[in-house]
């Protein structure tokens, strides 16, 4: 009788191999793209001169501007950002120090983000 | 017959002896008898001279024009010596008015147009003065244009008040096109500055007093000509009205440190006025090195110093940077996206 070149149990764990290494991709794997593209949404739709939610002016940082963002609901920002990852926007020196912008304290964004260890909100 | 066969041997005698002195290639046999006739000099083929060879006779033979190596200039044109002992041109001629730069053009040929001698449509002989709006250093003094002395120009004018009067010791500033004070003046007791050499060109001029709302004049200096520009009439100076209370002038929304006192213009110190001085109301200056200062809007207050550091509950955080304007400081917007 000819020999089967894969037997019934090496099959299952050809099968097992397989799946485990599905899941292991689909949940280890990070999805750093899809971030980092919606990062450079946000950043392209705040510093945007005539964007719904921009903040600049000729480069200038409208503090007017800044300040309706704070005053908004964060989901209603996502949404015009259309955006799922969460975000955070705040200021630094030339020092990497935190610049507090007129009592903007000091950060707009997700709670989920934390800055010196205190939520972005 | 045997007449006819001596006779024969004979002639055949004959032709041999006369082929032998006179045709036969002559061989030098004369070692250690130089110059005696029928011998050759001893150094006969060897080098001499430019490319020269010495012949039989010993004389230098066959020389070339020149000596390998050497250069000359003949009218116009610079020449070098080849190995064959000839003269090849090898000069530079780049404004092709016959003269290479390496003999008579040593300043100009480099400059397109601009030739020792005129050729018609191709350039200018760099005998003539300098033409100041043509681009070209046409005198060869290594200057062109307005970067050219010749070009310049000079201003002159009068400052006086509404009412006539001359205003002695009036800053009046030369503002170039290219927006940096070429020069500045004061006026005299009778109100007059100048005349003040300057490129010629498009200018700003400014005339400023500290008692007086400053003044500005937009005029063209042309070349080798003189500019009045007079602080009269229409354009004569205000008085008292040049410091406005937030320490800048009118109009201007600069602060300047030189209002410090007048008209409701108080910095805080000295050290606030030095920081802040052409800085614009409300933005922010370094006051020393822990604090900082708002400009023409209080007192120093002390720096902001908290390093930022960013986490997030999920696994990917992504941080980006844009450098904006913030009350006249540059800092960096972050945007940080974590998901």
Sequence with gaps: ?????????????????????????????????NVEKEAN????????????????????LDIQRLKMLDKMDYDEVKGILGINSDFCIYFEDSAGSIVKIDGINPSIGSDSIYINGKPCR | MRTKTYFLIALLITIGVIYTVNVAPQTCTCEGHTGEP????????????????????????GQGVCSPGSVQCNNGKYQTCSSSCGWTDSGTDLDGDGVDQQCEDLT??????????????????????EICTDGLDNNCNGFADSKDSY??????????????????GAKISFVYSNLVEEAYTFTDSNGQYGPIVLPFGD?????????????????????RSTLTADFTNDKALVYGQLCEDDCTYAGDNVVHAGCD?????????????????????????????????????????????????????????????????????????IVVACG
């Design chain 2, 151 to 168: 070009c310049d120009g000079q201003i002159q004018g009068i400052v006086t008040d509404k009412d006539g009067n001359p205003i002695e």
């Design chain 2, 108 to 129: 100009c040929d480099n400059a397109a147009g601009v030739c020792d001698s005129a050729v018609p449509s191709k350039c200018i002989a760099k005998s003539s003065p």
């Design chain 2, 203 to 223: 200018y700003s001029i400014i005339a400023s007093h500290s008692d007086y709302v400053s003044q500005v004049i937009e005029d063209y200096l042309d070349p």
């Design chain 2, 261 to 333: 006192g007048l008209n409701g213009c108080n910095f805080y110190d000295a050290q606030a006025a030095s920081v802040c001085d052409l800085a614009q109301p409300g933005w922010i200056r370094d006051y020393n090195q822990t604090q900082q200062i708002q400009c023409a809007e209080g007192a120093p207050y002390t720096k902001t110093e908290l390093k930022a550091a960013v986490t997030c509950v999920k696994e990917n955080l992504i941080k980006l940077t844009q450098i904006v304007n913030y009350q006249g400081k540059l800092v960096k917007m």
């Design chain 2, 38 to 61: 029928g011998c050759c000099a001893a150094n006969q083929g060897q080098a001499c001279g430019n490319c020269g060879t010495i012949d039989c006779a010993g004389s230098c033979a």
């Design chain 1, 1 to 33: 009788m000819k020999r089967q070149f894969f037997s019934f149990n090496s099959s299952i764990l050809l099968l097992f191999i397989l799946a485990a290494f599905i899941i292991i991709k689909t949940v280890l794997v990070p999805h750093t793209p």
């Design chain 1, 41 to 60: 949404m946000v950043l392209a739709k705040i510093t945007g001169e005539n964007g719904e939610i921009s903040l600049l002016s000729s480069n200038e």
